[in-house]
Each structure stands twice: as structure tokens, then as C-alpha cells.
């Protein structure tokens, strides 16, 4: 009976101790209800990502891509994020999975802390324990966080660090403890050595400190970490740098040492040039922000966002600066950019948008229940009876989002089973004969699915991408091009390569030197041509 006892008196003193770690985080005093809340906000959407995140490469190129880049400490597309290639690289380490799968969970672990944060974030707004957890697991389960939470991507890590910023801004703000706003500088900056979309945080940051204590800005601790931050910021940088003379990155951004390239690669300059001008991205922007929050509640209105920003700056005026803040530095980025891949880019704010909508929720029910007036002494009894029915809706909204929103992303957003394209490119792998160049004829997609089985080939020597463009004619044991060249074909042959053209839309060439035949790769359409010179009769 001691011992039965002894175990279970060490078994509630292991789960007091976890809790711990996270009622520490709650404002005094301190609850187990709030930590077990806390707790519950992390794990809840850390399972749901792992049973659903990727295993295999596919779906979008720059998935396939930020899947493997890592493995070889290589760069891929501009403005380059540093911060999530070093971790790519790093988690690709991990002797857990598939490489895909343990990519992958820099977005899964990223995205489940950013939903504890929100519930931490909701609680310094004065939400309930109740609505701040329904708010942070609607924001979890929504499609554009669930997303970036199965994906090989940087943009969960990205929101991340925006809503670590915010979350030390607010202890910051409550405690004026000098340590919370260093802090905030770190997540900022390193937001930014991340991907710039960082950006959306700056100006709500900005605001807040004027409002709070402008003097703080000129603080010695204040500037020694500002600069530390940058220089670290700068160093992740110089990372792509050095790491571009080792390897050419897959497009045409190459770097090739020179400095003046390196500024227009981390600046996205060619990006930019290339995808052109969009005037009409600010005003579908707008649009979308205002209409994404209200959107998860049942879409009662697109322009009732507006009153909720009016109702959080009207309830809390300083907390509400940076949430109001956040389209500024998202209009500014999208404008720069000039990308017409809005959603994307927008997923990193989707969260704010959601606060500011159950705000006006909260901020409803607390006008109507002002609104009764006092008859007979129960004026008090009316309000709270207003208060806990009003809330109790919301709960239910809440509530309804949530299941609604996981029952569709399990459908939807499973992508823990095979990739058909992945699997073409293991048999086109596994039909070549090396060394060989093949050639997936305008099919970005295949090219980089065929550059991953290269990759991740434990038998493979191959140790840097092995693309070769106009700028890299460097021919590895299995070289990739991703169009058809007919001058590098034929100086693959007379060096003795094999030469294939790959991909289902594939067909044989039609040339007066070159002859195509088709390569067997076990199922009915053919998808691979060996090319090879014409005999002369």
C-alpha cells in the first residue's frame, strides 16, 4: 500500500511540474485551470499537425524545395531565409521519419507554440480562460494556420516569432520589466532574418513602446541588444553568402560570390521584376483582412471587422496598437513585393484578424449588459445574467468553428499519405542509367522531385544540387535541367552522360541529329525518353 502510494503521490508531482512550465507563463496569480488551458492550447494542435504533416515532398515547388535544401547547407529562392534553412538543416539531422516529415516539424512545433501564445495573448486582452482557449484553438484549426503547420515552409516559424514579439511587447507593458522588451527585440529581429513578411510586427511594435515609454527606446540595454539583434540578423545572412560559392541555388538567382548579386538576391530585386506590378493588391488586401476573422465566425459581415478593431482599441487602447497595426507592415510588404500569392502571405496575420473579431464579440455582449438599466436593486444580477449568457454564445461560436474548421481540414489537409508524384520521379531515378543528364521538359515540379530522390539516395555521392542552368554547367553523376537545351544535350553525350527527357506530358524529340526512345519505368504511360544520336544510314 506505501509503495501504491509513494508512486502516486510521484506521479501528481511530475504532472504539477509540467504544469509548472506553463503556469509560469499566466498572469498572478497564477491557476492550474490556466496552465492546464496553456498546456491543452499546445498540444491539442501539435497532435492534429503531426498525424496530418507531410511525409513525402509535393504539392507546391517551394515545398519540395525547403524539404531538402537543408540536407546539403544550400540556399534556395530569394529573399533567402536564413534562420529557417540553418534549422532545415539541422532538423534534417534527426534520425526520426522521412526527411520531409522532419522538416516538417519546424512548422508543426512552430504553429502548436503559436497557439498556446494567442491563448496567452487573449488572456492579457482580459478574455476568460474559456474564450481564450476557443480563440486559440480557432486559430489553430483554421485552414491558413493548420496549413502552415503540415507544410515543409517558413512561414509557420515566421508567425511564430510575430507572435512572440507581440506576447513580450504585452508582459513588457504590464510589468516594465526592461528584460521582456529586449526580448521583443530578438523575436523581431529574428523575424526578419526568417522571411521578411517579419516586417507586419514593426509598426505595431513601434506604436506600443511611444505609447508605453518612448524613453525605453534610448535605454543603453535597450540599444546594446538592438544592435546584437542586428548583427546576429546580418550574420544569418552571411550565411547565404558563404554558402553560395558551394552551392548554386535551383533557379536563376544565382550568386556566384559577387557581392552586388548577394544584396539584389536577399532584396528579391529579379523576384520582384519578374512577377511586375500589381495596383490592386493594397484594396484586395484590405478586403481580405477585414472580411478573414468575422469569416471563421459564421460570416455574419465582412465590414464588422471594422467595429471589432474600433471595440479592442475602445476595451484595451495600448493592446490594441499592434493588433490594429498589423495589415500596415503586411500592405507595406505585399506592396514591395508586388506577389500575387496574397493568401500565403497573409497567413501570418490571419490570427490577429481572429482576436479582433471575438473582441467584438466580447465587446457586444458588455455594451448590451451597460445598456440595462437598474430597476429594483437588480441591476447587477441583469448584468452578470447578460454577461454569462452573451459569453456563452460566444463559446458556442466558438465552439462550432472549431469542429467545423477540423472536420474539414482532416478531409482536406491529410497530407500524411504517398505523393503520386513523388513516386514517378523514384521510378524515373530508378530506370537511368549513370551518369546521366535528364531533362523534366518544362515541369518545375518533376525537376525537383527528381533533384530530391537524388538527394536523400543514401546510395547517391551527389552532395550539392544538381541542377544545372545556364550559369552551372558543372555535371554531377545525375544532372537535372529543368527545359530542354539542345547544345547541353549534346555536350552531355560528348562526354559520355546519358541523356533522358522526363515527365508525363513527355514526348520524342523532333530533331535532324537526335533520336528519342522510350525507357521503361514500370507502369503503362511511358514518362521517360532516352535520347540519343541519330544513326546514319
Known amino acids: 500500500m506505501e509503495g ?44 492534429a499537425y503531426l498525424l496530418t504533416c507531410m511525409r513525402e515532398p509535393g504539392h507546391f515547388c517551394d515545398y519540395i524545395k525547403l524539404a531538402m535544401v537543408g540536407k546539403v547547407w544550400g540556399i534556395a529562392h530569394p529573399p533567402g531565409f536564413p534562420l529557417y534553412l540553418i534549422l532545415d538543416g539541422l532538423v534534417s539531422m534527426i534520425p526520426i521519419g522521412t526527411l520531409t516529415f522532419r522538416v516538417a516539424l519546424i512548422g508543426a512545433f512552430s504553429v502548436a507554440v503559436v497557439s498556446h501564445l494567442i491563448y496567452r495573448i487573449a488572456r492579457l486582452m482580459n478574455f476568460g480562460h474559456i474564450l481564450a482557449f476557443g480563440t486559440a484553438l480557432l486559430v489553430a484549426s483554421s485552414y491558413p494556420v493548420w496549413m502552415q503547420g503540415i507544410i515543409t515552409d517558413c512561414y509557420g516559424l515566421g508567425m511564430l516569432l510575430i507572435f512572440a514579439t507581440l506576447w513580450t511587447l504585452f508582459k513588457w507593458g504590464l510589468t516594465k520589466d526592461d528584460r521582456w522588451i529586449n526580448a521583443a527585440i530578438w523575436t523581431s529581429m529574428l523575424g526578419l532574418a526568417n522571411h521578411p513578411c517579419g516586417l507586419v510586427v514593426l509598426p505595431g511594435f513601434l506604436a506600443f513602446v511611444l505609447v508605453q515609454n518612448p524613453r525605453v527606446l534610448v535605454k543603453k540595454s535597450t540599444l546594446l541588444n538592438l544592435l546584437g539583434a542586428v548583427a546576429v540578423v546580418l550574420g544569418f545572412y552571411g550565411y547565404i553568402y558563404w554558402r553560395s560559392f558551394a552551392q548554386p541555388i535551383y533557379n536563376e538567382y544565382m550568386l556566384d560570390g559577387s557581392f552586388r548579386k548577394f544584396i539584389d538576391f536577399v532584396t528579391a530585386k529579379e523576384f520582384r521584376a519578374s512577377v511586375g506590378p500589381k495596383p490592386d493588391h493594397i484594396s484586395r488586401m484590405w478586403s481580405a483582412f477585414v472580411g478573414m476573422g468575422i469569416d471563421t465566425l459564421s460570416k455574419p459581415g465582412w465590414y464588422a471587422a471594422w467595429i471589432g478593431i474600433w471595440a479592442s482599441i475602445e476595451r484595451n487602447r495600448a493592446f490594441s496598437l499592434p493588433l490594429f497595426l498589423a495589415p500596415v507592415g503586411v500592405f507595406a510588404y505585399v506592396y ?97 542509367e549513370q551518369p546521366c543528364l535528364i531533362v523534366a521538359d518544362q ?12 538527394i536523400t539516395d543514401p546510395n547517391s555521392a551527389v552532395d550539392r544540387f544538381p541542377y544545372l542552368s545556364t550559369r552551372n554547367r558543372v555535371f554531377t553523376p545525375v544532372s537535372i535541367a529543368g527545359s530542354w537545351d539542345r547544345e547541353l544535350a549534346l555536350e552531355a553525350l560528348s562526354k559520355g552522360l546519358h541523356v533522358y527527357v522526363a515527365g508525363p506530358n ?32
Open 4 to 47: 501504491t502510494a509513494s508512486r502516486a503521490v510521484k506521479s501528481r508531482q511530475s504532472t504539477t511540474r509540467l504544469l509548472q512550465v506553463f503556469a509560469w507563463l499566466d498572469e498572478p496569480p497564477a491557476s492550474r485551470l490556466g496552465a492546464l488551458a496553456g498546456f491543452a492550447a499546445f498540444v491539442l494542435p501539435l497532435v
Open 336 to 432: 514591395y513585393y508586388h506577389t500575387a500569392e496574397i493568401e500565403s502571405r497573409l497567413s501570418p496575420i490571419y490570427p490577429f484578424a481572429v482576436l479582433l473579431a471575438v473582441t467584438l464579440c466580447i465587446w457586444f455582449i458588455e455594451k448590451i449588459a451597460g445598456w440595462l438599466k437598474p430597476k429594483h436593486g437588480a441591476y447587477d444580477a441583469k448584468r452578470s445574467a447578460a454577461r454569462t449568457v452573451g459569453f456563452a454564445l460566444i463559446a458556442v461560436l466558438l465552439a462550432v468553428g472549431i469542429v467545423r474548421n477540423t472536420t474539414a481540414n482532416l478531409r482536406d489537409l491529410d497530407w500524411s499519405g504517398p505523393n503520386p508524384d513523388h513516386a514517378v520521379a523514384v521510378r524515373i531515378v530508378a530506370a537511368v
Open 506 to 537: 513527355s514526348r520524342p524529340l523532333d530533331d535532324r541529329e537526335l533520336d528519342a526512345s522510350p525507357v521503361s519505368t514500370g507502369v503503362e504511360t511511358d514518362v521517360l525518353f532516352e535520347v540519343t544520336p541519330k544513326r546514319l544510314d
Open 443 to 454: 515541369d518545375e515540379d518533376l525537376a525537383l522531385q527528381l533533384i530530391f530522390c537524388i
